[in-house]
């Protein structure tokens, strides 16, 4: 007897895994994103009551099949009524069926050199015509299998303000008749394809809409992805860099969470629990990409990165250096989390005192609840009083591991 737990992961981990490569098959083949989405959407919410005389082996193919039938049966019932338009008065459906048939021709000239239809899934989510907000959310709504309201954390935007730009989206697709096609440039579309990859993996890294501190099928689905754009784009530096700066922190992933499920600081975590095997390939991937003399924010991060991973102890790391690659980043893409980032390593390098002065100047993170739990440390190693910053921190976080570690924090620190 399959219990209703255990049908939730498999829907669950089904919608992660293979809901993206499954709407971009149908949307491929029916050409309609939207309703293909709608069909994946409701053949996820019948597997939980279909699924429980048993989970079927195959769980993609099933929700293939299911999601096909139903657009197929929406087709049959539109045949229907245009065949009955069309008895009726068949000057009305003459222009429609032409333009069907064009739109059919595109999809079957669509190229075939990549193999990994969510990739071009993934190409369609980053179409210029859409904002770069716009295809972030998209592509990770639709293509990368996160919800609403995870999509809506990356962004730190309320889950409302996300659904309606996603719904506008996939309204602008299907009115512009956007085809999922391979663009013959690719390189138009590789910034919002990266920033993609990335905030899909830092939503498996820091984890803010789970329960769980790491998420690595959403860590291990970004770096899938990413070496495949890698392989399809050898000559982007930005992309390998992207693929070290992941790698270097899957390596350590495994030391972020104590057995309790307690996270644990960079500074605090066992060194010999990290990932060589990775480190080593990260090192590989960022050296390969710096030899092509194209510096970028991915590679530059995947340095700060490489200085953690490869410091034998946390006293050996080399926080002034860290400090200097957090203001060059800085110039290249100006952000407050950088500079809050920055703070950090000022901190660590200079004194808590230094990285406060960086942080009182910042504007715009009074709602990210990294500001304040970094604060909180900051103020605690000042020997300032820190316990508001942490309360203030874990008010903002909805993981529940980061808010053991904050309340936990916030009554050491309470007596400061």
Request: aromatic share 4%; proline share 3%; hydrophobic share 45%.
């Amino acid at each position: 007897m399959t219990t209703s737990a255990e049908i939730a992961d498999a829907v669950t981990r089904l919608a992660r895994e293979e809901s993206g490569r499954v709407l971009a098959l149908l949307t491929r083949r029916f050409g309609d994103l939207d309703a293909a989405d709608d069909a994946v959407q409701d053949a996820l919410t019948t597997a939980l009551t279909a699924w429980q005389s048993g989970i079927p082996e195959r769980p993609a193919a099933w929700l293939y099949t299911v999601a096909r039938n139903t657009l197929i049966d929406e087709l049959r019932r539109d045949r229907a009524s245009r065949r009955r338009l069309h008895e009726a008065a068949p000057e009305l459906t003459a222009h429609h069926a032409t333009t069907e048939t064009e739109e059919e021709d595109d999809l079957i000239m669509d190229a075939s050199s990549l193999g990994d239809e969510r990739l071009r899934l993934l190409l369609l989510c980053c179409h210029p015509a859409l904002d770069r907000d716009t295809q972030v959310a998209l592509t990770l709504r639709l293509a990368g299998g996160l919800s609403a309201a995870e999509v809506a954390a990356a962004y730190l935007l309320p889950e409302a303000t996300l659904t309606q730009r996603i719904v506008r989206a996939k309204r602008k697709i299907r009115d512009a008749g956007m085809p999922l096609t391979i663009p013959a440039n690719l390189d138009e579309r590789v910034d919002a394809l990266l920033r993609v990859l990335y905030l899909i993996f830092n939503e498996g890294y820091l984890s803010r809409g789970a329960e769980h501190v790491t998420r690595v099928d959403l860590i291990t689905e970004a770096i899938r992805l990413t070496r495949q754009v890698v392989d399809e784009l050898p000559a982007s530096a930005e992309a390998e860099g992207l693929l070290a700066l992941e790698l270097y922190h899957h390596a350590r992933s495994g030391t972020r969470v104590d057995g309790l499920g307690e996270l644990v600081l960079l500074e605090h975590q066992d060194r010999t629990g990290w990932n060589l095997d990775g480190i080593t390939e990260a090192n590989a991937r960022l050296h390969s990409a710096m030899t092509r003399m194209a510096p970028g924010p991915y590679q530059v991060q995947a340095i700060i990165a490489g200085h953690h991973a490869n410091a034998r102890t946390a006293a050996d790391t080399d926080w002034g250096a860290i400090a200097e690659l957090y203001g060059q980043l800085g110039r290249m893409a100006p952000n407050a989390v950088v500079e809050l980032n920055r703070a950090v390593a000022i901190a660590m390098a200079d004194g808590p005192r230094a990285g406060l002065a960086v942080l009182d100047r910042l504007t715009g993170l009074n709602e990210y609840h990294l500001f304040h739990a970094t604060r909180g440390e900051l103020l605690a190693r000042a020997g300032r009083p820190a316990a508001a910053s942490f309360e203030r921190a874990r008010g903002l976080t909805s993981n529940e591991g980061e808010r053991r570690h904050l309340e936990r924090r916030a009554a050491e620190t309470s007596g400061g």
